[in-house]
């Protein structure tokens, strides 16, 4: 990370839900930016805008002001419960392939099933497994799945969002442990939605900390941990374990 | 109080049968808190819905005892287990949302075990429930009283579900991961309120998890469970301190802590090759 090149830049972001008659708020003014190759952690309690961030940075929520720049191209998303999140009727080799039909650049089924392999390969999953229905995958083998349907078109901005919170500790893991290496190989950048903090701790290079919509306090992760000083943060560190 | 012992459940609708607990064994006594701890898989939920006598007919408890206050579970009829459920044994879930009847309020759920197991008029029970509610700390019960599930955050939600597996005094009550879809502050939040209701109830808690980190902030005593068996059990200083099997120290090692990065060890040693 020699020079600092943004992926993607937030600017006085304000978004919401509803209609001009009623309207519910639920950003405020968030302004931050994601380097290329930067962890970016975003930690806060249920409720607090995290998932709203997300969806307004993939244009799912429209911006009541400000704005979002992307510099790549096709962010990607994880979900927390990757079972909701394949299609139960499809098998995993089908569900993995289906970015490649929807995308612009055709390309012949070999090449698709050729490039469905490699990405298998390179998150682990075994290449019997692409036979399968999702119901017969273990959760981690499921966001295994998911982080590969998430790259497969080449993605280089990755929007994790709760992506280990539904798995034991051992899975959670080598989970955790996939995404640092794919990261390393792809060059990637990740935003990455957690409430559990060791996780974030763990994890990413820069911290934000959301409260209610706002993000009231943000920097490097170890000065976070180590001298929180908004009364939020504290707070929050107080209460995990 | 409960005293189970050579436990094994097997389900026999696969060929060959899969033994999902072995040779389960535990005993708790009144107002103590016990965790399981284990992945999932290891047998943990099986061993708690035998306890509710809740498992489902491919499921078959192939040997083993389960006693509870001098009374044998296995040979229970369907009537007695309802007669014991919500009453003298209870049990609250991982997801509060699926937990809940969607249809029914809040009040008429908080108030279903004294329906079914006391003779409680109806205004008796209401306010009873009423008590209950603030007792978990739930604000405005009487408004909640007539709240429908899903107009409840989670952390509402889970203390309705402890509410209403407390009101008619249990005294011992399962409690299955109920802090694991929860934020941090929430989570701290139930787990004191139910170390509390432990004090002033008296009720015991068998408490399952997949976090030591839970499991050691209120568990006097842990069991670890791997593939259905016990692997190492004891008081939760020792088994965390000085874990003596491998699988214990790889779950305790597993746990995402502020001892070390991830990311900054990796970057390190990149760095220094």
């Known amino acids: ?241 | 109080m409960l005293e189970i012992q050579g436990l094994s459940i097997e389900f026999q609708d696969v060929n060959p049968p899969f033994l999902a607990v072995q040779d389960f064994f535990l005993s708790m006594n009144s107002g103590e808190i016990v965790g399981i701890v284990g992945e999932s898989g290891s047998g943990k939920t099986m061993t708690s819905l035998a306890l509710m006598g809740l498992l489902k007919r491919q499921a078959k408890i192939t040997s083993g005892s389960m006693m509870f206050l001098g009374e044998d579970l296995l040979s229970k009829s369907q009537k007695e287990w309802q007669a014991l459920r919500g009453k003298e044994i209870s049990m609250i879930f991982q997801e509060p949302m699926t937990s809940l009847n969607p249809v029914l309020t809040i009040g008429r759920q908080m108030e279903e075990s004294l329906r079914l197991h006391t003779k409680m008029e109806a205004k008796e029970r209401k306010k009873k429930a009423l008590d209950m509610m603030s007792q978990v700390g739930l604000a405005q019960p009487e408004k909640l009283y007539r709240c429908y599930p899903h107009q409840l955050s989670g952390g509402m939600r889970q203390r309705v579900m402890i509410g209403s597996a407390l009101i008619g005094n249990p005294k011992l009550m399962i409690a299955d991961e109920p802090t694991t879809a929860l934020d941090v502050t929430i989570q701290a939040q139930i787990l004191s309120l139910l170390k509390k209701m432990n004090q002033e109830h008296g009720t015991a808690i068998l408490f399952i998890s997949h976090d030591l980190r839970v499991i050691q902030s209120i568990c006097s005593r842990v069991v670890v469970m791997y593939q259905g068996k016990i692997v190492e059990s004891g008081p939760v200083q020792t088994v965390l301190r000085s874990p003596q099997q491998a699988y214990t120290k790889k779950l305790l090692s597993a746990i995402p802590n502020r001892a070390y990065s991830l990311r900054r060890d990796r970057k390190e040693r990149i760095e220094s090759c």
């Open chain 1, 1 to 241: 990370m020699l020079k600092e090149e943004p992926v993607l830049e937030v600017q006085h972001l304000c978004a919401g839900y509803g209609n001009r008659r009623k309207y519910r708020q639920v950003l405020f003014d968030v302004d931050f930016c994601l380097n290329r190759g930067e962890i970016l952690g975003l930690v806060g309690e249920s409720g607090c805008g995290k998932s709203t961030l997300s969806k307004t940075i993939l244009g799912f929520v429209p911006a009541k002001s400000g704005r979002v720049v992307h510099h790549t191209s096709r962010p990607q998303m994880i979900f927390q419960d990757p079972f909701s999140s394949l299609n139960p009727g499809k098998k995993v080799g089908w569900i993995l392939e289906e970015p490649l039909r929807m995308q612009k650049e055709k390309m012949s089924a070999s090449e698709r099933k050729e490039r469905v392999e490699a990405f298998a390969e390179r998150v682990g999953l075994d290449r019997e497994l692409l036979a399968r229905y999702p119901r017969d995958l273990s959760g981690g083998q499921r966001q295994r799945v998911s982080i590969a349907i998430s790259l497969i078109q080449g993605s280089s901005l990755i929007l994790a969002d709760e992506p280990v919170s539904a798995l034991d500790v051992t899975i959670q893991r080598q989970i955790m442990e996939l995404m640092l290496k794919l990261q390393e190989e792809l060059n990637l950048s990740y935003l990455f939605i957690s409430h559990d903090l060791d996780v974030i701790y763990q994890m990413c290079d820069r911290v934000m900390v959301m409260e209610k919509g706002r993000i009231v306090e943000s920097g490097p992760a170890e000065q976070i941990f180590r001298e929180p000083q908004h009364p939020y943060t504290k707070i929050l560190l107080e209460s995990s374990f």
